[in-house]
């Protein structure tokens, strides 16, 4: 018995502590309404306290009404004039709500817009760790699913947080001293539906909670269904990703209709007490009148209709109250996940050097340099020291898993180096303006990322996404990444249509264009992350001839599983369980390193070798 109790009181704190939690988180994403917004919510409070003063209104003239039509000797003008107030009333009440609603919208559509815009200007300066850290599935659903439950919530609650406590505490002093007996019916009606929705809440409230990762989960599984569609069919695995894709689906499904059969049996329950409450007030009712005396018959009755309307608004503002229990938990969740989002720090902190030292222009050294991904135990690259000067070309090769493309990312600053420093310029990276940073370097990665647009766009974004490269630039860059072929004889030629992804050309085709969009950048450093592995043997050394022509005087970091792409290198390092096992050019490493004789012996033949 001691044991149970102990875990109600810890079921009940950690409840208390969750519902503090989403308090804060609320009230921090409500901090970011700016003074425009807050000024509308202070005109939407004029037109709520109007709207609700003209509702209590019309029970006043409707008790009028009643009184004109039992008194002997009432003049039916003066009956059309209480109804026509009525009808003024409600108009009005009409008009307010409009304005309310539509301020509720604009409010809730700008601070949206704002958190979106927000959302993506945050996501965009994540490095990789914050990016792994959430998931893009995860952060997509907070750009959007969750932003717009914020959304709904503000709209709402605009017209039913404001309105419900100032209608029900205004209707509490409308009907004080109109009837004990009308006045105790009521309470036990409040009580009654009190403790029958907070048990449906108690169950419900968890789900709501629930449901936004499940979201998450599900757009995880549509992702990866989307993204390795030709390994799914390759492999006959449409059976399997369904079988996932509905697993997920089925979680979220399931757990939304137990939130909607919840929330489906309170509004029955709801106009079940309106109406035993109406019912319980005219009983009563007819009770006192009966036993009054016939002076207080008529006054009787006319506080009865009264009470009747002003009660049924108390319980209006109730379900109003009710409503928002039902969107905050789910909108909490979303704030306290947006929150998250806005509030990480990014590891990579920007520097505020844009130039580096001209006597070390184009150079770039490793200084032991040490890498481990966050919260790794081993590290993936191990005392790495390498130099390259001005206008020579540096090659990585290795086993896979060795640290080559790791060693590249440290670079445009992907990842931070654990140990070490890395300079470029003279300059430690870490140092440097983001801008300024990238603006030094043309980065190819292993996987070429295309753009939806036309072969001008994809290739002049490498002027900084501006597209202001010149038709000349963007045709020489083309025309130097191999490129030229190919591309004249789509339709439009530099005009032609590239779908998302580059979904319509081959892979030997993306990889070129995105070599001409970090030549057409004109870079201090190239950065090639296995990026000439689609290409056939002659187009790959066509393509590095017309770079060292073109592109003299500029650095090249290349990383390569073939060996005859990195031959001509000014120095090969041979990386090995992220350690330096080799360091020269070609002819020096047959002879020195054996890491390297083994991937030359088994990419070339001895003839090739001999030469």
């Not at 580059?502 to 070599?515: C, D, F, V």
């Amino acid at each position: 018995m001691t044991v149970f109790k102990e875990n109600i009181a810890n079921t009940i704190s950690f409840e208390l502590y969750y519902v503090k939690t989403e308090e804060y988180f609320m009230i921090k994403i409500l901090k970011r309404l700016n003074g425009q917004e807050w000024m509308q919510i202070g005109i939407s409070l004029i037109f709520i306290v109007t709207q609700v003063w003209l509702d209590l209104k019309i029970p006043d003239y409707m008790s009028e009404i009643t009184r004109l039509t039992q008194t002997p000797g009432s003049e039916m003008k003066d009956i059309w004039v209480s109804g026509g107030y009525m009808m003024l009333c409600a108009l009005g009440s009409f008009v307010s709500a409009i304005i309310v609603g539509f301020f509720a919208s604009r409010i809730a559509a700008s601070f949206s817009q704002r958190l979106r815009s927000l959302l993506f200007f945050k996501v965009d300066s994540f490095s990789m760790e914050e990016i792994s850290r959430f998931s893009t599935a995860s952060l997509i659903t907070r750009s959007t699913n969750d932003v717009t439950q914020i959304q709904i919530l503000v709209t709402l609650g605009i017209q039913m947080v404001i309105k419900a406590p100032i209608m029900a505490v205004w209707a509490v002093t409308k009907i004080a001293g109109k009837g004990w007996e009308w006045t105790a019916v009521t309470g036990i009606t409040l009580l009654i539906l009190i403790t029958i929705i907070g048990a449906i809440m108690a169950f419900v409230i968890p789900k709501f909670r629930k449901m936004q990762t499940l979201t998450d989960n599900l757009n995880r599984v549509t992702m990866e269904n989307l993204t390795g569609l030709r390994v799914v069919r390759a492999y006959n695995a449409e059976d399997y990703q369904g079988e996932k894709f509905e697993a997920a689906n089925e979680e979220l499904t399931s757990t939304q209709l137990f939130t909607s059969r919840g929330m489906a049996v309170l509004m029955p329950i709801m106009y079940m007490m309106m109406s035993g409450l109406t019912l319980a007030i005219y009983w009563v009712g007819a009770y006192l009148i009966s036993a009054a005396q016939a002076m207080d018959k008529l006054m009787l009755f006319s506080n009865m209709v009264v009470f009747s309307s002003y009660a049924m608004q108390i319980i209006m503002s109730f379900m109003m109250v009710v409503m928002m229990f039902v969107l905050m938990p789910r909108a909490a969740v979303s704030a306290k996940r947006i929150n998250e989002v806005l509030d990480t720090k990014p590891t990579i902190i920007d520097g505020n050097i844009t130039e580096g030292k001209p006597e070390a222009a184009g150079e770039i050294v490793f200084n032991h340099v040490s890498f481990k991904y966050p919260e790794a135990t081993e590290y993936v690259l191990h005392d790495i020291n390498f130099s390259a000067k001005k206008g020579e070309t540096v090659a990585f090769i290795g086993s896979t898993g060795s640290g080559k493309s790791t060693l590249l990312s440290l670079i445009p600053r992907f990842f931070d180096a654990t140990e070490g420093e890395i300079l470029i310029d003279g300059i430690n990276v870490k140092e440097y303006a983001q801008e300024a940073l990238y603006n030094k370097i043309g980065y190819v990665p292993q996987k070429s990322v295309l753009f939806k647009g036309t072969v001008c766009s994809n290739v002049g974004y490498g002027d900084n996404g501006r597209g202001k490269a010149t038709e000349e630039e963007i045709q020489q860059a083309v025309k130097m990444a191999q490129g030229a072929e190919f591309v004249e004889k789509l339709e439009g030629q530099y005009t032609a249509n590239i779908s998302q992804g580059g979904s319509n050309i081959s892979g030997g085709q993306k990889q070129r264009i995105a070599i001409a969009r970090a030549i057409c950048r004109k870079p201090e450093l190239y950065l090639f992350d296995d990026s000439f592995s689609a290409l056939d043997y002659k187009t790959d050394r066509m393509l590095r001839t017309e770079l060292k022509k073109g592109a003299a005087g500029v650095t090249s970091l290349i990383v390569a599983q073939r060996i005859g792409t990195i031959i001509d290198a000014d120095q090969i390092i041979v990386l090995d369980e992220g350690k330096v096992a080799g360091k020269g050019t070609h002819k020096e490493l047959l002879k020195s390193c054996e890491v390297y004789r083994e991937i030359a012996m088994s990419q070339l033949s001895e003839e090739e070798l001999a030469l």
